[in-house]
């Protein structure tokens, strides 16, 4: 699009949303209630792993207020849970798919499974009966360590006995051989990348109304992309005609992915709300979003990389196993083989990579995507294996990325992908001013008169998201379209109403879309309103997550306006009486060329819906168009981070003294939202870095269960960050020339921030320190490199 | 429907009886602790006793040797409190640093020292200022009133009123954060009186307790480099996946050192 | 049994018909559907129910109604103005993108109404201890940060 026209477009307006959440007048799901609600309570399996030997409900059918309890027999006849992408092992076998029932059949897979859904009059009253529940379990022997989960005795699934969901690999085996044969150094690194937990603040919720006169059913839900919801619950799991379920997404209170994926719950609900003839509504408890809520990471991972005598990257070998929890969350599957194993490039001209992927199951709640998903994991193997080749070779880190950036675009990586546009180096050398790296020494010698150990880390990162094409997802697996959908409705005042399949969980769509619609239609920003979220309304939607809103559904939104103009300029050639050819749209209005003569664009609106001087034999009336687009390649945001550390060695505290950031997005269209993702992503990353992480004990027990055992970073516990969105390279292949920047930073920052950490305990002999380097990790860590 | 009945006695006397009715009852001081108990089922009182209506339950009295807090005296009235942040600044940075300003504004000092939460600050602050927990019935050393994890010396139907500490000539608390709950990890409150030198630790046990090394290092010498080598044995500290008994047992002295450092500056 | 529970709620006298162990929150979203007020854990970790009690940012979800009695309960519905304008709080909250989702924003701005009357707030750092009991998830915190200083100035603290 022509940006030198415009105003709206890069520019940091104030979010069209903000006045219902900041007076408190949002509706979030659990807002919602209906005329004659009622309120479910599940019954969840204390166990890992257990035999249900018998249900007793009785007691809790005689409990006041109580409507109907439902167990796993009640659900046998339905689906399970589907998982949405195909991932083929080496074998050329596929993956193996058990059944994720709704309800547990006879066997539960993961503390917190679903035992028994009972609904009542009041949630007190559900869950007073929920408590009356007797149920009686045979214990079994839990499955939880990832690394060791493929030599455990015990089988979760009697599809994959030896708990193997796939063993896929990715590059030239051989060819890594051969370069790894030759090289002039190997640096090595095995680490865990820690598990996650979401943690959106609004809790997974659900209210399910069936409608007896139409047949229909409404699910209100805390979804990322209802569209999807619909058609996976509706053709897999309950058989239920699409056209008769509509889906709404209200107000959601942040996803991070955690709220893509089609749960048990909702399912149960849509279910029951037919048997039992009233609305049903179900939130989650904290409790249960930290049991039930899919989890993120979670990969034990091997990493080598050879280099020659000048420090080129010949080849890296990577070998990961990834923990799916108990049963394949809806696009599971894909997370640490697609959307990982293809970014193992990562900004370098690596010639050879292989990456082979054992994906296993636990008895732990199900893994799926978390901001970045798989991205982090790679760059993290890559950001820290270049991290400790540079120390081992005495170059300077970032000297030695830099003898490695990939420097000439389009750029076809050995994982699969091709990068169409990208400046590494010019992120790198912008983030190294922000940061004020020629600083560094001085800071360190100032910490070290503290008696404290200050270092420096660096991270150069790519991504690739927007996704994606359908084509090339299909052959990879994909079981949905990637593709996203617009509609422009031009009003005959001409207001506009604009429906997008994006939805938007606090990235602020309303806003976004509204700048590029609003400028491509010469029209103020109170003009344009967006719609999302709604099956009834929007005309169908793949949703948000990958970073593809702007970049996917954005494209396809302007695609339908470019639609709009162009009937637009047939209606003003008729109402001029020039030829279409002699008209253009030029700020909000049709002109026919080289004269005054013109007809502003509401009054071309308003002659589409009055038609009385109208072009009717050769043109429609009414102006709304629609428009599905389909992207060609991923888009490849990339940046540069740099993170100073300040390390107290008595205790193992760690300090993020400065972080900065320089990213390039492509073409930004309202930078204040922009950096308000990049400031998102970094807490989420060094939450990851220094906080998260989640624990099971051996029997299968969550311990990090609350948030007073799980780290959220809160505010004081990070600093002023100092970012900066570069000028950037745009896209070379979406209208809008955008990349994408939900996910960037959450990919790009943990390993600047361990970096930092073992810089500043490289005196000590440190070599590596686990995520999250947590006080007590980071003294256990000194102790260990004392002895 | 909830058949949990609600009192709110006008003197601790009808407190008393109230409680002494009735042993599912639950004295309710500001509930911070206790309701999240009772809202994930770990605790069912069937009554809350609220001592909100206790007017003399509120005061915050000082003289030159002691101050005197009542039970139901808010975290953020202690901090705020001009008499207690000029009598005994460390109590007052004990109380502006316990849980958060929503927590601060309706959690009690009674409610803390009866819940004898192992992590929580007031206990070490009580036991590091050797106070006197005064009940309806009898006034209680702080010496002898933390028992155990959640145990107290407190009998069945006895109520605190207020508690007295002492004006020291220093103190300071150091608190070193769990990072999730942001409870201590590990908690040190140091007070010197004279020659007398005072150490309490939160967090690190199953109630606060004194450790005689650092008070007898101390006592020689009241200096940050007294810590310097006092070893505090692990055992029988708690470990958790946020830190070993070891990893609190280190902390110990460090943290005591920095609390010195700070009663000196 | 105890006299009725009598509180104010926005301003408005309202007489309690809830179980007097129904939490403040509850009591709040259900029965008086104000449901700006949020409930984002069940530990009293999060924030996001924060509201004012006289005056004092309390966390709604950890208060039995019983508790309220006599006592004044402000909500985000109720330092809205009426007429479509916002606390000087809410505006800054909007005009630095201090909120992303929304979720937290309600109980975020109770509890810097309450920082700004009675904590310490001069500094970046002071604004961050002074949040520590409120989580986000979404913003990072600093443009929340940056909105608590702009909301104080226009509220003259």
């Known amino acids: ?787 | 429907m909830s058949t949990v009945s609600y009192h709110r006695p006008a003197s601790v006397a009808e407190a008393a009886r109230l409680l002494a009715g009735n042993h599912d009852a639950r004295l309710l001081a500001g509930g911070q602790s206790m309701l999240p108990s009772v809202r994930l089922g770990l605790l069912a009182p069937t009554a809350f006793i609220d001592l909100a209506g206790i007017p003399e339950l509120q005061r915050i009295r000082a003289d030159a040797k002691a101050i005197s807090i009542g039970a139901m005296a808010t975290h953020a009235a202690v901090a705020e409190s001009r008499e207690v942040q000029a009598q005994i600044p460390a109590l007052a940075q004990v109380a502006s640093g316990i849980g958060d300003r929503q927590v601060r504004n309706r959690g009690t000092i009674g409610g803390s020292l009866a819940n004898s939460d192992p992590a929580s600050d007031y206990p070490a602050a009580a036991l590091g200022l050797g106070a006197t927990i005064h009940t309806n019935s009898r006034a209680l050393a702080a010496d002898e009133f933390f028992k155990g994890l959640f145990e107290t010396a407190l009998k069945p139907g006895e109520i605190i009123s207020a508690v007295s500490l002492p004006v020291p000539d220093r103190a300071a608390y150091v608190k070193f954060l769990q990072p999730a709950s942001r409870f201590a990890l590990v908690g040190v409150f140091v007070a010197q009186f004279g020659k007398t030198v005072r150490v309490a630790v939160t967090g690190a046990g199953a109630c606060a307790f004194r450790v005689k090394a650092l008070e007898d290092a101390l006592a020689k010498n009241f200096a940050p480099q007294s810590c310097d080598g006092v070893v505090v044995a692990a055992t029988r500290l708690n470990s958790d996946i946020h830190g070993s008994a070891e990893y609190r047992a280190h902390l110990i002295p460090v943290l005591t050192r920095r609390a010195v450092l700070q009663a000196l500056g | 049994m105890s006299e009725p529970i009598r509180l104010k709620v926005n301003g408005k006298a309202t007489v309690v018909n809830v179980p007097p162990d129904t939490l403040l929150s509850t009591f709040l979203r259900e029965h008086l559907r104000l449901t700006g007020t949020h409930i984002g854990c069940d530990t009293a970790s999060c924030g996001a129910c924060t509201v004012l009690l006289n005056g004092r940012a309390i966390k709604s979800c950890n208060m039995i109604i019983a508790q309220t009695q006599g006592l004044e309960v402000t909500t985000i519905e109720g330092i809205t103005p009426a007429d479509g304008s916002l606390h000087p709080m809410q505006a800054a909250f909007k005009t630095c993108h201090g909120l992303q989702c929304g979720f937290c924003t309600p109980g975020m701005i109770m509890s810097a109404l309450d920082l700004v009357s009675h904590g310490a707030h001069a500094t970046d750092s002071e604004i961050r201890e002074g949040l520590e009991g409120n989580l986000c998830r979404c913003t990072g915190y600093q443009n929340i940060v940056k909105a608590v200083a702009l909301g104080a100035k226009a509220m003259g603290r």
């Not at chain 1, 699969?416 to 790296?437: F, S």
């Open chain 1, 1 to 787: 699009m022509n940006a030198s026209r415009t105003s709206l477009i890069g520019r940091s307006v104030e979010r069209k949303e903000d006045y219902r959440f900041i007076t408190g007048a949002g509706q979030y799901t659990d807002d919602i209630s209906l005329p004659q609600q009622s309120y479910a309570c599940f019954v969840r399996s204390p166990h890992a792993h257990a035999r249900i030997r018998a249900i007793e409900t009785a007691a809790a059918h005689a409990a006041p207020g109580v409507l109907a309890i439902f167990t796993g027999k009640d659900f046998a006849a339905i689906g399970g849970l589907p998982c949405g992408w195909l991932i083929t092992s080496m074998d050329g076998t596929p993956m193996k798919e058990p059944k994720h029932p709704v309800i547990a059949e006879d066997v539960v897979r993961h503390v917190g499974d679903q035992v028994a859904i009972v609904i009542a009059d009041s949630l007190a009253e559900a869950k007073a009966a929920a408590a009356l529940i007797e149920v009686d379990y045979d214990v079994l022997p839990a499955v939880v360590d990832t690394a060791t989960a493929a030599r455990n005795a015990t089988a979760i699934h009697s599809v994959a006995p030896d708990n193997i969901c796939y063993t896929w690999a990715i590059g030239d085996a051989a060819a890594v051989d051969a370069a790894f044969a030759k090289a002039a150094h190997v640096t090595r690194l095995s680490f865990i990348n820690n598990r996650l937990i979401p943690n959106a603040i609004e809790p997974r919720a659900a209210n399910a109304l069936y409608a007896r006169g139409d047949d229909s059913y409404t699910l209100y839900v805390t979804s990322q992309n209802p569209h999807v919801e619909r058609l996976l619950m509706t053709a897999f799991v309950l058989g239920l005609p699409e056209h008769k379920v509509r889906v709404v997404a209200p107000d959601v209170g942040g996803g991070f992915g955690s709220k893509i994926y089609l749960y048990a719950e909702e399912c149960a609900l849509v279910w029951a709300s037919k048997r039992v003839g009233r609305p049903i509504k179900w939130t989650a408890e904290r409790s249960e979003s930290f049991l039930t809520d899919a989890h993120g990471r979670d990969h034990v991972t091997t990493a080598e990389l050879a280099l020659d005598k000048d420090g080129k990257f010949l080849a890296l070998r990577v070998d990961t196993t990834a923990n799916m929890g108990a049963y394949l969350s809806t696009f599971a599957s894909c997370i640490p083989t697609i959307l990982y194993a293809t970014l193992l490039a990562g900004q370098y001209a690596t010639p050879q990579i292989y990456c082979r992927v054992q994906a296993v199951f636990t008895n732990t709640a199900p893994v799926d995507a978390y901001r970045g998903a798989g991205r982090p994991e790679a760059t993290y193997v890559l950001e820290r294996i270049v991290e400790l080749a540079a120390r081992e070779l005495k170059i300077d880190p970032v000297e030695l990325r830099r003898r490695n950036f990939i420097r000439t675009f389009p750029y076809a990586t050995p994982v699969a992908l091709t990068y169409d546009t990208g400046d590494y180096e010019a992120t790198l050398k912008r983030v190294l001013e922000i940061a004020d790296v020629k600083g560094f020494s001085a800071r360190k010698a100032a910490s070290a008169a503290k008696g404290l150990l200050r270092g420096i880390g660096y991270s150069c990162y790519i991504e690739a998201c927007g996704i994606a094409p359908s084509n090339i997802a299909g052959a990879l697996g994909a079981r949905a379209g990637l593709y996203e959908a617009g509609e422009v409705r031009v009003h005959p005042t001409g207001k506009v109403t604009v429906f997008t399949g994006s939805h938007s969980h606090g990235q602020g769509h309303e806003t976004t879309f509204a700048q590029v619609v609003a400028q491509m239609l010469g029209i103020g920003l109170d003009d344009v309103d967006i719609q999302h979220g709604d099956t009834a309304k929007v005309l169908f939607g793949v949703g948000t997550y990958g970073s593809r809103s702007l970049a996917v559904g954005g494209s396809a939104i302007v695609k339908a306006v470019d639609k709009v103009i162009a009937k637009g300029k047939k209606i003003a050639a008729h109402l001029l009486e020039a030829g279409d050819s002699d008209i253009e749209f030029v700020n909000g209005e049709f002109r026919v060329v080289g004269t005054d003569r013109k007809k502003a664009f509401a009054e071309v609106a308003f002659a589409a819906y009055v038609p009385h001087n109208y072009p009717l034999d050769k043109l429609e009336p009414g102006l709304n168009e629609n428009a599905f687009y389909d992207p060609t390649n991923f888009t490849f945001p990339a940046g540069s981070y740099v993170c100073e550390a300040e390390v107290d060695p008595s205790t193992g505290v760690v300090r993020i003294d400065r972080f900065a950031a320089c990213d390039d997005f492509g073409n930004v269209v309202n930078p204040m939202i922009v950096e308000g993702q990049v400031h998102g992503g970094l807490a989420q990353g060094i939450g990851q870095a220094l906080r998260e992480g989640c624990a099971y004990n051996s029997d299968g027990q969550l311990v990090t269960g609350s948030f007073t055992d799980y780290a959220m970073p809160r505010a004081d516990d990070l600093p002023q960050f100092v970012v900066e969105t570069a000028r950037g390279t745009p896209c070379t292949h979406n209208p809008l020339g955008v990349k994408g920047c939900g996910e960037a930073v959450a990919i790009g920052s943990p390993p600047a921030v361990i970096n930092a950490i073992v810089d500043a305990l490289a005196g000590l002999g440190v070599r590596d320190v686990a995520m999250p380097a947590t006080p007590y990790r980071v003294w256990q860590t000194i102790q260990a490199a004392k002895r």
